[in-house]
Every structure is written in C-alpha cells, then in structure tokens.
Nanobody, 124 residues
Framework: QVELVESGGGMVQPGGSLRLACAASGRFFGINFMSWFRQAPGKERELLAAISWSGGTTNYADSVKDRFTISRDNAKNTMYLQMNSLKAEDTAVYYC?????????????????WGQGTQFTVSS
C-alpha cells in the first residue's frame, strides 16, 4: 500500500509561480512512475506530467510543458511540480498519483494510488 499526500496549494496571482509537493510513504514495490493530474470544475481529470520512479524519464502534456517541471527527490520519497507563468486556467484541484503499469498513461483509471488533492487558485 502506498500513501500519497499533496501539499503546497493555495492562491497565486497570474504570472506567479508555485511548487507543489507529493510525499509518498508505504511499500513502493512495483511502482513504475508517478504523475501529476489536475481537475477543474466540470472538466475531466487531466494528466499534466509524469516521472519514472527513478526520476530519469519525464513526460509532459503539451499544455504545460513550457511552464511546469516535474521532479523527484528519491531520498525524501517526494515528487514536486514547479509551476511558472501561472494563468487563471491553471486553477484546479491538483492530484498526485502512482502507477504500477509499465508505460505512462493519461487514463486516471490505470493509476493505483492517489493523493487527496490540493486546491490551487490563480487569481488577481
């Protein structure tokens, strides 16, 4: 069992930056990669970025690849999402997730573990 806990949400002005963290605990055997998703009201859960368990491979959605950076601190079992040049449309609940399947997937149903989510609002 893996427990994921997000932190770092809040409110930021347009153009600002924020870093989210996802602390993982438990048994990590079989986890191949971790991802950040977000879900805005009335919209589907959207994959933003993914990173292999080792941290050596990353993948980004086109909508955020020039503004967001995913990273891992293996010693702390923590994943991060650095978000820059924030826009109002980035407002959503942000989730971290972990998956055992071998390939990165956009499908939330393929993920085995989820955090509780953290609300993040971009507003002036």
């Amino acid at each position: 069992q893996v427990e994921l806990v997000e932190s770092g949400g809040g409110m930021v002005q347009p153009g600002g930056s924020l870093r989210l963290a996802c602390a993982a605990s438990g048994r990590f055997f079989g986890i191949n990669f971790m991802s950040w998703f977000r879900q805005a009201p009335g919209k589907e859960r959207e994959l933003l970025a993914a990173i292999s368990w080792s941290g050596g491979t990353t993948n980004y959605a086109d909508s955020v690849k020039d503004r967001f950076t995913i990273s891992r601190d293996n010693a702390k079992n923590t994943m991060y999402l650095q978000m820059n040049s924030l826009k109002a449309e980035d407002t959503a609940v942000y989730y971290c997730a972990a998956a055992q399947i071998p390939s990165i997937t956009k499908n939330p149903y393929n993920y085995d573990y989820w955090g509780q989510g953290t609300q993040f609002t971009v507003s002036s």
